[in-house]
C-alpha cells in the first residue's frame, strides 16, 4: 500500500493518459447536481427539464473532453436499499425527491438509451456498489492494465474507490472549477488516502447520509487519528490496550477516548454503511460498454422536442458523419 508520501509523488496523470478510458457516470447523483444547479427551464409542455439539460450537458461534454473507448451509466435502484434494511436511519435524514424532478428521471434515461449506452441498475443496490464493482471486476480480470476507470460524479464518498485503475472526475460549478481526481488530489481534499476515507466517515460521520460516526469527533480530530493509527481496526486496538493498561501517556487520551469508548459500536456501523460494496453480483461484460454508434436524428429529434437546441451542436459524430469525413480527407 502507498503512503501519502508516494501518492504526492506519483505522476499517476501520466500513466493514466496513456490508457483507453471507461467512463461510469454516477446516475442519480449526476441529475440531482443538474437539478440545483441549472436555472429552471421547461419543455414546450411547461414540464421541468433543468436536470435533464444539465445531465445531458455533463454527458456530452464528458464525451467529447475524454473521447472514451467505453461508457456506462449506473443508476439507484427506487427500492429500499441494503443499507437502510441495517439502519433505518440511514439517509432518513433526507426529503423526497421533488416531484418536478421524478419526470426527469425517466427522460434522462430516455437520452441515454438514445445515445445508445447501456445502463446498470439492481434491486437493493445503490449506483455507488454497482460503480465499485466494476471497478473492482476491471482490475480482477485484468482490463484496468490497457484501461482506466473514470467514474463521473457529484459525489464525494466514491473517492474512497480513487487508485491506480480509478479516478474520479467532478463537475464544477461557476464558483469550483471541474476536478479530476487522481490519489494526490484526494490526499489533498480529504486530508487521507483513499483507502482511509471510509474510516474517516466512521469517525467523523457524514450528516448528508446520516452516517452519526463518533459524537464529538470532526474532521481534523478524525484525520490526526488516522494518520497516526492507518486504520479503524488499528485505532480500537489501542484504545483497548489504553483502558486495559490505563497508560499515562497514551497518545489517545481525555476526552478524545473518552468519545472513542462510547461510540465504538456506531463508528464500526458507520463504516460499514460508509464503505462501498465491490462484490455485488452483477453481469458486467466490458464489451457491451464499447462506444458504439448510435441514431444521431433520434437524439436530435428527443433533443428538439425538449428545446435543447444548444446541445444539438455537442453531439458526437455517427456513423455517417465519420465515413464522410473519412472520404474527403
Given at each position: 500500500?502507498?503512503?501519502?508520501?508516494?501518492?504526492?509523488?506519483?505522476?499517476?496523470?501520466?500513466?493514466?493518459?496513456?490508457?483507453?478510458?471507461?467512463?461510469?457516470f454516477?446516475?442519480?447523483?449526476?441529475?440531482?447536481?443538474a437539478?440545483?444547479?441549472?436555472?429552471?427551464?421547461?419543455?414546450?409542455?411547461?414540464?421541468?427539464?433543468?436536470?435533464?439539460?444539465?445531465?445531458?450537458?455533463?454527458?456530452?461534454?464528458?464525451?467529447?473532453?475524454?473521447?472514451?473507448?467505453?461508457?456506462a451509466?449506473?443508476?439507484?435502484?427506487?427500492?429500499?436499499?441494503?443499507?437502510?434494511?441495517?439502519?433505518?436511519?440511514?439517509?432518513?435524514?433526507?426529503?423526497?425527491?421533488?416531484?418536478?424532478?421524478?419526470?426527469q428521471?425517466?427522460?434522462v434515461k430516455?437520452?441515454?438509451?438514445?445515445?445508445?449506452?447501456?445502463t446498470?441498475?439492481?434491486?437493493?443496490?445503490?449506483?455507488?456498489?454497482l460503480?465499485?464493482?466494476?471497478?473492482k471486476?476491471?482490475?480482477?480480470?485484468g482490463l484496468?492494465d490497457?484501461?482506466?476507470?473514470?467514474?463521473?460524479?457529484?459525489?464525494?464518498?466514491?473517492l474512497?474507490?480513487?487508485?491506480?485503475d480509478?479516478?474520479?472526475?467532478?463537475?464544477?460549478?461557476?464558483?469550483?472549477?471541474?476536478?479530476?481526481?487522481?490519489?494526490p488530489?484526494?490526499?489533498?481534499?480529504?486530508?487521507?488516502?483513499p483507502?482511509?476515507?471510509v474510516?474517516?466517515?466512521?469517525?467523523?460521520?457524514?450528516?448528508?447520509?446520516?452516517i452519526?460516526?463518533?459524537?464529538?469527533?470532526?474532521?481534523?480530530?478524525?484525520?490526526?487519528?488516522?494518520?497516526?493509527?492507518?486504520?479503524?481496526?488499528?485505532?480500537?486496538?489501542?484504545?483497548?490496550?489504553?483502558?486495559?493498561?490505563?497508560?499515562?501517556?497514551?497518545?489517545v487520551k481525555?476526552?478524545?477516548?473518552?468519545?472513542?469508548?462510547?461510540d465504538?459500536?456506531?463508528?464500526?456501523?458507520?463504516?460499514?454503511?460508509?464503505?462501498?460494496?465491490?462484490?455485488?453480483?452483477?453481469d458486467?461484460?466490458?464489451?457491451?460498454?464499447?462506444?458504439?454508434?448510435?441514431?444521431k436524428?433520434?437524439?436530435?429529434?428527443?433533443?428538439e422536442?425538449?428545446?435543447?437546441?444548444s446541445l444539438?451542436?455537442?453531439?458526437?459524430?455517427d456513423?455517417?458523419e465519420?465515413?464522410?469525413?473519412?472520404?474527403?480527407?
Amino acid at each position: 500500500m502507498l503512503d501519502i508520501k508516494e501518492f504526492e509523488t506519483l505522476a499517476a496523470q501520466e500513466e493514466f493518459e496513456e490508457r483507453d478510458r471507461f467512463i461510469i457516470f454516477d446516475g442519480h447523483a449526476l441529475l440531482y447536481r443538474a437539478y440545483h444547479a441549472f436555472p429552471e427551464l421547461t419543455s414546450p409542455d411547461g414540464t421541468l427539464v433543468n436536470a435533464v439539460y444539465g445531465f445531458s450537458r455533463i454527458l456530452l461534454a464528458v464525451i467529447r473532453d475524454f473521447e472514451p473507448e467505453y461508457i456506462a451509466v449506473a443508476f439507484d435502484h427506487k427500492a429500499k436499499t441494503k443499507r437502510a434494511e441495517k439502519y433505518e436511519e440511514y439517509k432518513a435524514n433526507r426529503p423526497e425527491m421533488p416531484d418536478d424532478l421524478k419526470p426527469q428521471v425517466e427522460l434522462v434515461k430516455k437520452v441515454v438509451k438514445a445515445l445508445n449506452i447501456p445502463t446498470f441498475i439492481q434491486e437493493g443496490e445503490e449506483a455507488d456498489d454497482l460503480i465499485g464493482s466494476i471497478a473492482k471486476e476491471m482490475r480482477k480480470s485484468g482490463l484496468s492494465d490497457n484501461t482506466l476507470t473514470t467514474v463521473v460524479s457529484g459525489d464525494k464518498d466514491l473517492l474512497q474507490l480513487v487508485s491506480e485503475d480509478v479516478s474520479v472526475w467532478i463537475p464544477g460549478n461557476k464558483w469550483v472549477r471541474d476536478t479530476e481526481y487522481f490519489l494526490p488530489e484526494v490526499v489533498k481534499k480529504m486530508g487521507v488516502r483513499p483507502d482511509q476515507v471510509v474510516d474517516l466517515k466512521a469517525l467523523m460521520g457524514d450528516a448528508s447520509d446520516n452516517i452519526p460516526g463518533v459524537k464529538g469527533i470532526g474532521k481534523v480530530t478524525a484525520q490526526k487519528l488516522l494518520t497516526e493509527f492507518g486504520t479503524l481496526e488499528k485505532l480500537y486496538e489501542a484504545v483497548d490496550r489504553i483502558v486495559e493498561t490505563k497508560e499515562k501517556n497514551a497518545v489517545v487520551k481525555g476526552a478524545v477516548l473518552k468519545k472513542l469508548v462510547a461510540d465504538r459500536e456506531m463508528a464500526f456501523v458507520s463504516q460499514e454503511l460508509a464503505r462501498i460494496d465491490r462484490d455485488v453480483k452483477i453481469d458486467f461484460d466490458l464489451n457491451k460498454c464499447r462506444v458504439r454508434d448510435y441514431d444521431k436524428q433520434d437524439v436530435i429529434d428527443l433533443f428538439e422536442s425538449l428545446e435543447f437546441s444548444s446541445l444539438i451542436r455537442m453531439l458526437p459524430s455517427d456513423r455517417f458523419e465519420e465515413s464522410l469525413q473519412e472520404a474527403l480527407f
